[in-house]
């Protein structure tokens, strides 16, 4: 992913108001992200617990996504649907999101299994690696680990549109 700037976060959302998006926190730690390493960027809201944001490269643009979950977790382990890293606890939460356009208005939502710590990418690239779960063995490539985390976050994308 190539860095992005606040403004461009901040006019990338497609499940919020202006306004809202306009006021969400954004990371202060921009200049620091292992940009090179990200297929999307992803932050929990500190001041609000349960909720998350993403901000996707997709089709030339930048799409923005809040989403909410519930903390806490359920003390069993669970797969993120994204980067199929298992954790503990609550490493894995159902993150939902208001669909895009009018449907979003209407209170519509969509979900999708996810690290609560929106660190798909560093998983999947082995650059981090979960407190207490694990990732399976597989044979896949790294570079195939990453296009199959691209390949889900963009699936999950497609269903705020439809």
Aim: proline content about 5%.
């Amino acid at each position: 992913m190539e860095p992005v700037t606040e403004r461009d976060i901040r006019s990338s959302f497609v499940n919020c108001s202006k306004g809202d998006a306009k006021r969400l926190p954004v990371p202060k730690d921009l200049d620091e992200r292992p940009w090179a390493d990200l297929d999307f960027l992803g932050w929990s809201d500190l001041s609000l617990p349960g909720r998350g944001y993403l901000v996707v490269p997709r089709d030339d643009r930048l799409v923005g996504v809040a989403l909410r979950y519930a903390t806490g977790g359920t003390g069993r382990a669970q797969m993120c649907t994204i980067c199929l890293t298992t954790h503990t606890g609550g490493g894995v939460s159902l993150m939902t999101a208001h669909k895009a356009g009018e449907s979003g208005r209407r209170g519509n939502s969509v979900g999708t299994y996810m690290c609560t710590d929106l660190a798909c990418s560093l998983y999947a690239r082995n650059k981090k690696r979960p407190a207490l779960g694990s990732r399976y063995r597989e044979d896949l490539t790294p570079e195939e680990k990453i296009e199959r985390v691209r390949d889900n976050l963009n699936t999950f994308l497609a269903k705020l549109y439809a």
